[in-house]
C-alpha cells in the first residue's frame, strides 16, 4: 500500500496488480532525482526511482553552505531528507545499477537493473555524474594506495601526510579545507591555470591556513611508488614527495543511458528543451548531465533541485497527456 500525500484521490491501481509497472522511472538518486520522486509523487504518479550511490555526488559533500534554509548540512544529511520526504509520497526507492533501457512497442519503457526490471511510462533521467581521472601513468596502479578522487570521504586518512590536491574548483577547494582540518602535515593545491575557479569565500579561507600552499601552472606528469604513492612528477619537471593525491578535477556526465534511448546529445550533455524534454517522446532529463548546466560553475545543489521540479511537472503533464491521447 503506498502512502498518498494530497493526490490520494488519484488512481495508481497499476501499483496493486503489478508492482513492477510504474507511470514513472527516475534514474538517479543525487537531488535531481530526489527532487523530481517529490515532486511527481505528490503529483499523483507512482515512482520507482533507480541509483547506485544515495545523495549522488551531494552525498560527498561533507559540508553544504549555499542550499538554502540550512546554513551547513552535510550532504548525507541532506540526501537523507530529501529521500524521506519523497518516500513519505509514495516514492519506491531501489539501490541499483541500471544496466539498460529499452523503448517498448507499446511506447513504455523496459528498465533493466540489478536489483529487477519495471516497465514504466514515462522517464527522468538524473544520471549526474561521475569522477574524472588525471589520466597519466601510475595513478589506475595507486588508486586506493593513496590516489583518492574524494577528499571529503577520504582526509582522515591522511592526517599528519603531505598531499597534493589537483583541481581548481568548489570541489578542490572544500576538499583541501576538509585535509586542512583533519592535521594534514602540508596540502599542496594544484591548478594548471594561472587562476582557481571556484568560490571566492573558499580561497579567503585557504589563505588563512598555514600548511596550504597553492601552485598554479602545474600538472601532474606521473606518479610514483613502492606499495603506496610516494611521489609526483611535474610538467615542468619538478617533483614532490607525498603520501597521496586527491584528483578533484571535475566530472564526467553519464550519457551512455541516454545514448542507447537515443536522446540527442550535445557537448557530451543530454539536450534538453525549456521543459527538460528530450528528442524522444516521454524522456526528460535533469541536473548535472543537462544542456541547461553547460557551465561546470553551475553543478549545483540548487540548479539541480529546479531541473527536477520541471521535469516532474513536465512527467505529470505527459502521463495526463496519455490518459487524453494528446501523446
Ligand atoms: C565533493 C563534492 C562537493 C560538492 N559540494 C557542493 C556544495 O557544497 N554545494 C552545491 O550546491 N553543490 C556541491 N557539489 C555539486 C553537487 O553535488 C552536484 O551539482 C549535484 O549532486 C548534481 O546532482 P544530480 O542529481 O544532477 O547528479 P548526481 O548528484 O551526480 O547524481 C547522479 C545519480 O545518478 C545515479 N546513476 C548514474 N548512472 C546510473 C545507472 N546506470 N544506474 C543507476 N544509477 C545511476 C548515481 O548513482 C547518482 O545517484 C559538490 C560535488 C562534489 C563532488
Known sequence: MLLLGPSEDIDKEEDVENPFDKDLGIIGLGPAGLTA???ASRAGLSVVQIGLDYGGQMGLAMEIENYPGYEMI???DLADKMRTQAEKFGTKIIYG?????????????????DMGDYVVKTLILATGGRHRELGVPGEKEFVGKGVSYCATCDAAFFKEKTVIVVGSGDAA???TLALADVGAKMIYWISRTDYLKCERIYIE???KRNNIAILYNKQITEIKGTNTVEEATFNDGSVLKIDGIFAEIGSIPNIELAESLGCEIENGLIKIDDDCKTN???VFSAGDV???IVNPLMRQITTSVGLG????LGAAEYIQGLKTKQY
Open 37 to 39: 520522486a517529490l515532486y
Open 309 to 312: 521540479t520541471i521535469a516532474a
Open 290 to 292: 543537462t544542456t541547461k
Open 205 to 207: 579561507r585557504v589563505k
Open 173 to 175: 577547494a572544500t576538499g
Open 74 to 76: 552535510s550532504g548525507v
Open 280 to 282: 524522444v517522446p516521454g
Open 97 to 113: 545499477e541500471v544496466s539498460a533501457i529499452e523503448k517498448m512497442e507499446d511506447g513504455k519503457f523496459s528498465i533493466k537493473s
